[in-house]
T-cell receptor, first 111, second 120 residues
Framework: RKEVEQDPGPFNVPEGATVAFNCTYS??????FFWYRQDCRKEPKLLMS???SGNEDGRFTAQLNRASQYISLLIRDSKLSDSATYLC????????????FGTGTRLAVRP | EAGVAQSPRYKIIEKRQSVAFWCNPI?????LYWYQQILGQGPKLLIQ????????DSQLPKDRFSAERLKGVDSTLKIQPAKLEDSAVYLC??????????????????FGPGTRLTVL
């Protein structure tokens, strides 16, 4: 079983739609969680950290469910510029600073 | 502020040849990471440096890969000899220090543009 699993997609949605991605992780000792965004042929960039209480940043909302070991990302009012691959990232304290990346979920927003 | 610099941006070699990649992190960043990203996958950590010391190289294929950060600033990653399965994007990232920041926050890892390696 992969340490971090994501549906690779692609998710094709119209502008203005709400879309949600889920990610599951296998290591119950994981303690830090992130969503990174990666545009085609570009480097990954941090989108947001995911905190236990959930957090929101504009149109983006991240949630963590430790009991079920999954993380979600909700994007409201999708824009064309949201088209990218969204990488779920996990860190376990036992692994130091090592970040474990999922394979990513591809989002395509159409006009 | 200048970002993480990497060179070359693209490299094509034949199998069994050697290749080296260079990374210059953001000024003042103590921690430097090398990742391998194979097409369709997420980045995988190869090695982490804290200043000029190795913190984690557990996933570095040491029979063919080597990396150094002699003066605690820029770094080189070498593959010798290359195999077909080494075709990937090699990403360098840096952060001010390790992952944990102050008051429960996290230090972001800033990635460079990567070097796209094709092994024929």
């Amino acid at each position: 079983r992969k340490e971090v699993e994501q549906d690779p997609g692609p998710f094709n949605v119209p502008e203005g739609a709400t879309v949600a991605f889920n990610c599951t992780y296998s290591n119950s000792a994981s303690q830090s969680f992130f969503w990174y965004r990666q545009d085609c042929r570009k480097e990954p960039k941090l989108l947001m950290s995911v905190y236990s209480s959930g957090n929101e940043d504009g149109r983006f909302t991240a949630q963590l469910n430790r009991a079920s070991q999954y993380i979600s990302l909700l994007i409201r009012d999708s824009k064309l510029s949201d088209s990218a691959t969204y990488l779920c990232v996990v860190n376990a304290k036992s692994s130091g600073d090592k970040l474990t990346f999922g394979t990513g979920t591809r989002l395509a927003v159409r006009p | 502020e200048a970002g993480v610099a990497q060179s070359p941006r693209y490299k094509i070699i034949e199998k069994r040849q050697s290749v080296a990649f260079w990374c210059n992190p953001i000024s003042g960043h103590a921690t430097l990471y090398w990742y391998q990203q194979i097409l369709g996958q997420g980045p995988k950590l190869l090695i982490q440096f804290q200043n000029n010391g190795v913190v984690d190289d557990s996933q570095l294929p040491k029979d063919r890969f080597s990396a150094e950060r002699l003066k605690g600033v820029d770094s080189t990653l070498k593959i010798q000899p290359a195999k077909l399965e080494d075709s990937a994007v090699y990403l360098c990232a840096s952060s001010p220090r390790g992952l944990a920041g102050a008051f429960g926050t996290y230090n972001e890892q800033f990635f460079g543009p990567g070097t796209r390696l094709t092994v024929l």
